[in-house]
Every structure is written in structure tokens, then in C-alpha cells.
């Protein structure tokens, strides 16, 4: 039987299956690489890839060889992710935290990003820019030319694969005339995703961490709007099919370790109790959020607090300190899976 865990807004309460007769366990202390996907809320910035979107490449750079792969570097600076500092994935593996240039493969727990900022899940969503790269390109390509180079040196058992997608969909889709019933349209959306994850389990990984929508409806845009896009049950029907499909997926391969981790819930209860985290601000963000000396000169933009006292980067991401506290939360309830 797969193992399935749901981290809810109480960390220490785990919905698990147990998987006595599962081919593979997971283990987090044994864990030596990450193998992510999705949007801007994972992406990484890499010397090979595209400024401000991507690891490695874009739809018109689309194929590498194993040399550009493992000569790409994770570039660290206030650019480098779309949270001005480091994000959840950085801060989890420890890999790409330093200023600077970080090569993956020299971390203790590598992290590869085929993560692309502005990525939809399917390929019949209309792109962001016309060099945008979907979730299902991004296993597309990693299949064709990530997976050989990088299977000669980790071990799918050692691997775990992250996939956090959905905001752009959801976002995009809120106000679509076309749409008859959001539920059904959400599930087409999982099925398109889930094909590619069965691409990635024909690889031989075994491992997966798939994560629901953040509070959306709570971001500075929504919260000033009588009309939120998307609105708070849009994000609960969404966030309800991943979990079904994710559920589904686990049934489907008795092999396979499935982790959900409710990063609604967990950031919702940061809106809702900030202060023990050091949060002042949950309704905006700081109009100077792009300035290079924000971090020092914060007051000169309007600002009355620093940047790390936001729970919001800008209109729709989080700022890195947030992201530190998922990451934390997130290491703490994986190693207690182990």
C-alpha cells in the first residue's frame, strides 16, 4: 500500500496510510537530491537559464547537453528567485543560499530546478510570455535531456521529486466566460498533471512531495477587490482535486511514497497569528520591494518596517523570510515521515 501524508494546520496531526508492503520508503536523512517543478514559487535563477525565469533554458532554448546541465549555477542575489532572497526549495536543501554562484552538484542535498516562473500546467494554456515553459514541458524536457546525465550520478531512491503548480491555472482561469463548472475544469487540469507525473514514475522515482494553493484570495490585490480572482472557493476546489488526484496516484502505484503538504493551511495560519513570526504586515507590501537597497534604506520607499517583517513580497508572491518558515515547518514534518 502507498503511503499518503497530508500536513495540516496543525503540524503534528498526520493523516497517514501505512506501507508495510511498499517497495521503497522514504527517508529524508538519505534524501541527496530534490528534483523540482513548477512555477515562480519554486524557480531558481541558473547561469544557463532564462533572467528572471528559469534554471536552464526556455521553449527557445529548449534542449541542453550534460554539460551545460551540470555547468549551470544557482545564482543567488535579489533577482535570483521571485521573493527578492532565497525560496522554500533553497532554504530546505541548504543548496543555493550563499550570494553568489552555487553549483547543485556541489550541495549536500542537490538541488535541480526545472522549475519555470509564470508556468501553467498544460500545454493548452495560453502562455504567459511566448517562451514560457508548462509543467508539462518541463518533465517533457527533463525526460529527454536532464534524466540520462543526471541518473548517472543520483539514485532515483535517493531523490525526491517536488512539484508545486497551480497558482498561475488558477489565477489565469478565474474569469473564464468558458468555464461551465470550475470542479470539472480543475480536474482536467490534475489529470494533465498527473500524466506527467506517471512520465516521471516510468523514470523509477519513487518519491513524491506535491504541495495545494497558498490563500490566494488573501493576497493585497484580492483583498482590496469586491470581486477576488480567484476567490476563496475557487482555491478550495482546486486545492481539493489535487488532493484527490495525489490520493489516486498513490493507489495506483503501491511502490510509490506520497507527501501533500497543506501550504494553505500552514500560511494561513501565519495570516491569521503573525506576530510569533516576526510578521508585522499581512494586507500589502512595500511599494520599494524591487530596489536594490530595500534591505537598508526600506523607509525611503514608504516602508515603516523592513522587508522581512511583510508576509508579502509583492501583489502575488511571499517574501523570503515566509518562505524560510515554510521551509522549516516543511524539514521538521519530513523528517518525522522518516
Not at 550534460?66 to 536543501?93: C, K, R, Y
Not at 508548462?134 to 531523490?159: C, F, I, M
Request: charge should be negative; proline fraction near 5%.
Amino acid at each position: 500500500m502507498a503511503c499518503i501524508l497530508a500536513l495540516v494546520a496543525s503540524i503534528p496531526l498526520v493523516a497517514a496510510l501505512p506501507s508495510p508492503h511498499s517497495g521503497h520508503r522514504f527517508d529524508w536523512s538519505s534524501t541527496r537530491a530534490l528534483l523540482a517543478f513548477g512555477d515562480s514559487y519554486t524557480y531558481v535563477q541558473g547561469t544557463h537559464g532564462h533572467q528572471n525565469f528559469s534554471f536552464i533554458g526556455d521553449l527557445f532554448n529548449y534542449a541542453y547537453d550534460a554539460q551545460t546541465l551540470f555547468s549551470d549555477m544557482i545564482v543567488q542575489n535579489q533577482t535570483g528567485t521571485a521573493e527578492g532572497g532565497p525560496n522554500w526549495i533553497e532554504h530546505l536543501t541548504g543548496c543555493g543560499l550563499r550570494e553568489g554562484f552555487t553549483s547543485p552538484s556541489r550541495c549536500e542535498r542537490e538541488l535541480w530546478d526545472f522549475a519555470f516562473a509564470g508556468a501553467d500546467i498544460s500545454t493548452n494554456t495560453p502562455r504567459h510570455h511566448n517562451f514560457t515553459v508548462s509543467l508539462e514541458e518541463q518533465v517533457t524536457q527533463y525526460t529527454e535531456y536532464g534524466h540520462k546525465p543526471l541518473s548517472d550520478r543520483l539514485s532515483t531512491h535517493e531523490t525526491l521529486v517536488a512539484i508545486w503548480i497551480g497558482i498561475n491555472d488558477v489565477g489565469d482561469s478565474a474569469h473564464y466566460t468558458t468555464v461551465d463548472y470550475f470542479p470539472t475544469f480543475y480536474n482536467a487540469l490534475m489529470t494533465t498533471l498527473f500524466d506527467s507525473v506517471d512520465k516521471l514514475y516510468g523514470l523509477g522515482f519513487r518519491s513524491y512531495l506535491f504541495f495545494n494553493l497558498p490563500p490566494m484570495d488573501r493576497d493585497p490585490s484580492n483583498l482590496v477587490s469586491s470581486d477576488p480572482s480567484p476567490n476563496v472557493t475557487q482555491v478550495e476546489w482546486y486545492n481539493d482535486a489535487v488532493a484527490q488526484h495525489a490520493e489516486s496516484f498513490g493507489k495506483k502505484y503501491a511502490d510509490t511514497n506520497v507527501m501533500l503538504f497543506d501550504a494553505h493551511a500552514r500560511l494561513s495560519a501565519i495570516l491569521d497569528d503573525p506576530a510569533p513570526y516576526g510578521i508585522r504586515n499581512t494586507t500589502n507590501f512595500c511599494a520599494g520591494y524591487d530596489q536594490p537597497d530595500i534591505y537598508t534604506n526600506y523607509r525611503n520607499y514608504g516602508c515603516p518596517t523592513p522587508l522581512d517583517t511583510y508576509f508579502w513580497y509583492d501583489s502575488g508572491h511571499m517574501t523570503s523570510h515566509v518562505h524560510a518558515i515554510l521551509a522549516r515547518e516543511l524539514g521538521e514534518w519530513l523528517e518525522k515521515q522518516s
